[in-house]
């Protein structure tokens, strides 16, 4: 296991306890993307690619337990992914999720068995248009897209792990063959709840195929926030971009994600050379950041405290 975090069992701020599940309202049709004004607000945090270095794995241990973070998603196919699940195990307390890879990253099958996926070095292309595709149009490669994504499911469930989420590298759930295969395969393990990847100030083209989501979501009984905070601020949450998105939540309920890491001479992939990991880091443990979330007077916790709740 990777340099472990010499911490106290506590942390700042702890999930709700769990209570009998209240079913919501399935909405049918799309519907224009709204916080639900019914619910309390209620807070998300969570950070993505769990499991992708032990950078990673160590930044997510000290905020979860010197911080604020709540909940992390978890690269089953990634490098660290062993020493991640060792973590999580001691940490009872964290949410964890599956981050389904599907592109720009490793599979957990062989290039053997989902060749039409994968590059020569056995890894998912960052072409996701081209990938989306072929999703769409060849059988063919949508098998072997679904025998991936079943994959990834059961990899997860063998880590003993309770399954607070799903979601997707790079929000590719917004594709409907990848979302309607994840909402069939993720049933069978159980899965109650997924990102919704809307926020505020997504362009206005996006918001009706965002509703589509929301609507199948709802459809299919699945949980999901309202909106999040972290997609225009992707690898450049830092502490002010906390503060100033705490002091601007509306109603509903809302993730906030982030990539934190400590600090290292490498970056971790290419795609993330801008990613200041360590910067994410320190906003997870500000101080300032904890007294404007307990200021907000919100739910706080993972997927299923909030849905629980």
């Known amino acids: ?7 106290a069992e506590s942390h700042a701020l702890k ?11 399935h909405a049918f049709e799309p519907r224009p993307v709204e916080p639900c004004a019914a619910r309390p607000r209620a807070l998300i945090i969570t950070a993505d690619d769990f499991g992708l ?20 998603s978890l690269m ?30 490793d599979a957990v ?19 996701m248009v081209r990938d989306g595709v ?19 499911f059961q990899a997860f469930a063998k880590t003993g792990l309770a399954l607070d989420h799903v979601n997707t590298h790079k929000h590719f759930h917004l594709h409907p063959t990848v979302l309607g295969l994840i909402l069939e395969i993720g049933r069978e393990f159980g899965m109650k709840a997924m990102r919704l990847p809307f926020e505020w100030n997504a362009p206005l083209w996006l918001r009706p195929w965002i509703a589509l989501v929301k609507a199948r979501l709802d459809r299919a009984g699945i949980f999901h926030n ?15 971009a906390w503060l100033a998105a705490l002091a601007s939540l509306r109603g509903g ?17 290419d795609g993330m050379r801008d990613y200041r990991h360590a910067d994410e880091l320190q906003a997870l443990l500000s101080p300032d950041v904890a007294r404007a979330i307990r200021a907000l007077g919100a739910n706080l916790g993972g997927f299923a405290d909030v849905a629980n709740g």
Do not use: K, W
């Not at 296991?1 to 911490?7: F, I, N, W």
């Not at 099958?109 to 072409?127: K, Q, S, V, W, Y």
């Not at 072929?134 to 025998?147: G, S, Y």
């Not at 309202?226 to 002010?240: L, Q, T």
């Open 1 to 7: 296991m990777a340099a472990e975090v010499d911490v």
């Open 15 to 25: 999930p709700l306890a769990s209570r009998p599940h209240a079913s919501r309202p």
């Open 53 to 72: 270095h032990p950078r990673v794995n160590v930044a997510v241990e000290q905020a979860h337990r010197h911080g604020v973070l709540t909940a992390a």
């Open 76 to 105: 089953i196919g990634a490098p660290a992914a062993t020493d991640a699940v060792e973590r999580a195990h001691a940490m009872p307390h964290l949410r964890v999720g599956l981050h389904l890879v599907l592109a720009d990253g």
């Open 109 to 127: 099958l062989p290039r053997t068995c989902i060749g039409a996926l994968l590059d020569e070095h056995g890894r998912f292309g960052d072409n």
């Open 134 to 152: 072929r999703f769409f149009f060849l059988p063919h490669v949508r098998e072997q897209l679904a025998r991936e994504i079943r994959a990834q």
């Open 226 to 240: 309202d909106y999040v905070v972290g997609i225009a601020g992707s690898g450049r949450m830092d502490e002010a």
């Open 253 to 269: 309920v809302a993730e906030i994600y982030c990539h934190p890491a400590i600090a290292g001479e490498r970056p971790l992939t």
